[in-house]
């Protein structure tokens, strides 16, 4: 029995109209409300042109919020894809046993299944001055506490090791996933010609698994910039503004002072800028070309 030649555009046709509707023609519209004056206790919308990115552009909180969001995409491709794909290279590795192995991946993943706004309260109780684990344990070592979430110096980085904490399990598990695929007779030959564990993961596991490192540094670029949920629940984006973060400021904007106009505009700009690294980072690593 011979396929139409529309047969398979057929099968597509249901995940083309879903990523239209969900994807497509969401961020087009929010393009076209960034020109308007938007409300949501009215029904009209008054055209005001770039007026909406210019207030963005010129508000004072934009530096501080380009600054978190930075800072935690720079901490977190150290740490999430850096330090994970170490890990996975070593639960792949020789070094432990294969019961030991099942066991390290599932502890490390744990974290990444507990919601994250209750992941937010529970650091929230571990950072709290007065009775939290941290300033307990410090004050048995005899060094003075600190008001962690209370400092505008010290939040966003709280923040940033807590989402450390519960993400870096989950980009191991991508990378020992990509390890296991590659070719035991690769890592066997190397391992003949005399290379040690060192040699074999630079020059064998890493370029054999390179796709799946661009995903997790895609994965983990995007996630700091739509950061939300972990900054609501323990900060709010205080003290003052100092752990504001463009994600939180989008539904502030949009809910706390009913200006949808600049949450779109907010919107726009993290799409600008997830779509613009992303495909720099797929053009220097010339992803899918030999």
Not at 26 to 43: C, Q
Not at 132 to 145: A, C, D
Not at 210 to 215: A, G, P, R, S, T
């Amino acid at each position: 029995m011979k396929t139409k030649k529309h047969t398979p555009y057929l099968y597509m046709l249901p995940g083309l109209i879903m990523v239209l509707c969900f994807v497509y023609i969401p961020v087009i519209t929010n393009i076209g409300y960034s020109f308007f004056r938007l409300s949501s206790y009215s029904a009209g919308a008054r055209f005001v042109g770039l007026d909406n990115y210019r207030r963005f552009f010129s508000s004072d909180v934009l530096p501080i919020m380009l600054r978190n969001n930075i800072l935690y995409a720079v901490i977190s491709l150290i740490v999430q894809v850096g330090f994970g794909t170490v890990m996975a290279l070593v639960l792949e590795s020789t070094l432990l046993k294969p019961g030991a192995s099942a066991f390290y991946r599932n502890f490390y993943y744990i974290p990444a299944l507990i919601s994250l706004t209750a992941v937010g309260l529970m650091f929230t109780y571990i950072y709290d001055p007065s009775v939290g684990f941290l300033n307990g344990l410090l004050k048995i070592f005899g060094i003075p506490g600190k008001g962690w979430l209370g400092d505008s110096k010290l939040a966003i980085y709280c923040i940033i090791a807590m989402s450390q904490w519960q993400f870096t399990g989950y980009i191991t598990l991508l990378m020992v996933v990509a390890f296991q695929n590659v070719p035991r007779d690769y890592v066997e030959a190397a391992a003949i010609d005399g290379a040690g564990p060192v040699k074999r993961a630079i020059h064998i596991m890493i370029p054999q698994a390179k796709e799946q490192l661009l995903v997790c540094t895609i994965i983990t670029i995007i996630g700091a910039f739509k950061l939300y949920t972990e900054v609501y629940s323990t900060t709010a984006g205080g003290p003052g503004n100092s752990s504001q973060v463009l994600g939180l400021f989008l539904y502030q904007q949009a809910f706390l002072h009913d200006d949808l106009g600049m949450a779109a505009v907010t919107g726009v700009f993290i799409f600008v800028i997830t779509v613009t690294l992303s495909i720099i980072q797929i053009r220097v690593t010339r992803s899918g070309q030999e």
